[in-house]
């Protein structure tokens, strides 16, 4: 090292010290000598000027070889330096015990605990705040481009605290909020990290790059609605550095009001358990969760429970976007079990109708929600997997639940695998008031889950009650059943229970759909209820497959009378689904609840295929079945209620020989009708139904009745579906 001198100034003082240059070609330095010179060291012969490094060498508030002068050093220098430490045994933990708060960080720089002699994964350098005055922040940084790592911060109001500007930060390895060991809490820490800035990374896809942010009196992370962009991967929050014991956060392990913030990434998810409110809070749009272990320890075995919900969502105000991607496909998906209230809660209406969200926008995908990481046992959540709840009936709001090559497990909880609520009902008046469009609203698609099954599909992981409970909308499954149908078997109450309170006139038993702006109904089609993946062999549901408590859909400018009412079908639709093996009905309908029922199989339950206990005016009967190999014919009548213009589908099915009616494969369908005819009432008709279809001899044939609206008075009138009966007695083919 080469040093050159230049004399005092000319007037006595001492040069005051100055950021890094070059100096004949080297990288120099400047400093005081105590003498009045100034001493440039040439430290190293570089193309390129690097960066200043300051070190830190005691633990003192203040004064030259402390933090704070590092600091202050680092923000004097232009940027781009490094804080290196190096202050007392190898290996020894150092407590910074601060008595005022440290300079706001305003350049960038790279503080860097991991340079303490011994160091070997767990952090030695402890920053203490509890003498430094009350919500003191532990770091604050106003620099983009900052780096912080391995450093163990407690005490202080809050942590560490990235305002407005800091963008691209970055904190890794650090106990924020922990003791030195990480295994419990360093006591009087409100919040972990405060993030009001963009593109921040907290934590890191590289072993040691995580932080342990636990222990915090409020919240581990909090994130502020202007940030946007920022990663938390690879930490754990609410546990220790194990993620195995509970470390835990007060209020909840992240709050996240920012834009497009992603929580865990692939191959690097976070642990977020042990937190004694929500692990996760969404109160702002964008937000992607992905590859977390949410209410369980690290390997995702044994609950370690939020005592909260797992995940929460959190409108504010009428203003508020809210939105989240809740997993993926493939190794995308997270396992929320354990948790002491919900796997999932999203609520999308506030208390006051006058602030709702404007957009809500949910997709759950690929999740273990109630079973471990496995999805070969139960790690129940208290209460449901997933539970949205409050929704606003005629708000504007999208929720999916699986897709093709995305399905979630959502077996093992305590209560409903999942919930669907509604929410108040507001007028035509209201809904201008707040500026809703008028019409439909909820929006849910359930598609592809495993429900009350494991993860082969093979047995049971019962969800306590039911696997799903509607009170509100859905789409559960689709056209194509291969891939878009759930299973939805092995659950301890029913496969589904069905209530709609949508928009009902007191006492009626009928829905009615405002000013027809949008047909709204149930469609439950290509799943399989009550049996194993394959369909063949039985994983029941303890009680029904489908129970419905639900009515007719009309236009309201109608009475709900049997006169000309202009119906536009049942609130319930089934079709194309397999439904099989339950403890006791198929398809349940109580009192005066109706449903539309077609091309189901329906087979093996043990008490009715479709038990109906209302008074049901669809009478079908079957008088003959003829079979040989040209095929086989069915003959018989129905007592069917027509409305004007309305007719009846005549469905059916192959049933097995001897227990209760049931109807297992589809043989096809015919309508019988009035036709022009104006009038209504009660009509006995004659029906004849031909297949290509051989039965053998003894087979036996049911057969279903499904009222059909037509409206009439109109050019190409539509045609709507209504109720269907209950399946006939079998009657047995001869040749």
Known sequence: MCELRRPPSSRGKTPA??????????????????DGSVVVQCLERRLFLSAATFEVTQTANGGAGSLRHAIYEANASGGSSVINFDIG??????????TSPLPVITESVTIDGTTEPGFAGSPLIQLSGPEAGLNTIGLEIAAASVTVKSLVVGGFGTGI???????????????????????????????????DSSSDTIGGAVAGDGDVISGNARYGVFIESGSGSDVIEGDDIGTDPTGALAVPNGTCGIYDA????????????????????????????????????????????????NSGNGIRSAPINNTDVLGATIGGAGSLGNVISGNGLNGIKLTLQNADPNQQPSLASFTIEGDVIGANAQGTAA???????????????????????????AGNLISGNSLEGIIVRAGEYYSLEEQTQMGFEEGPGSGVTIQSNKIGANESGSAAIANGMSGIYLRNFALIGGSDSSTQGNLISGNTFNGITVESLYGRYPDSGYNIVNGNAGQQQTSIEGNIIGADASGTQAIPNGNNGIRVDTGLIFNPSNEPVFQTPFYTGCELVAESNVIAFNGNDGVYL???????LTENSIFGNANLGIDDSGENYLVPSVTQVSTSVSGTSVTGSATVLYFPGGSCLLEFFESSPGGSAQGETYLGNTSVSEGDNATSGLEVEDFTFSTSTELTVGDVVTVTATQVYTQIGIAEPPSYNGPTSPFTPGAAASS
């Not at 109580?590 to 539309?596: H, I, L, R, S």
């Open 17 to 34: 010290l100055r950021p890094p240059r070059r100096f004949c070609g080297w990288l120099s330095k400047h400093r005081c000598d105590g």
């Open 379 to 405: 790690i129940a959540n208290g209460r449901d997997g997933i539970n949205l709840g409050n929704f606003a009936d005629n708000f504007g709001g999208d929720v999916v639940i699986g897709a093709p090559g």
């Open 89 to 98: 045994a190898a290996g020894q933990v150092e407590n910074i015990s601060l």
């Open 590 to 596: 109580p009192g005066d609840a109706v449903a539309t």
């Open 161 to 195: 605290q990235l305002d407005p500007g800091a963008d691209g930060d970055v904190i890794q390895g650090c106990y924020i909020g922990a003791n030195a060991a990480g295994t419990a809490a360093a006591g009087g820490q409100q919040t972990g990290i405060l993030l």
């Open 258 to 305: 920012g834009s497009n913030v992603s929580i865990g990434a692939d191959g690097s998810g976070n642990v977020i358990s042990g937190n004694l409110g929500d692990g996760i809070v969404v109160a702002g749009p964008g937000t992607q969760i992905v590859t977390n272990m949410i209410g369980t320890n690290a390997a995702g075995t044994a609950a370690l429970p």
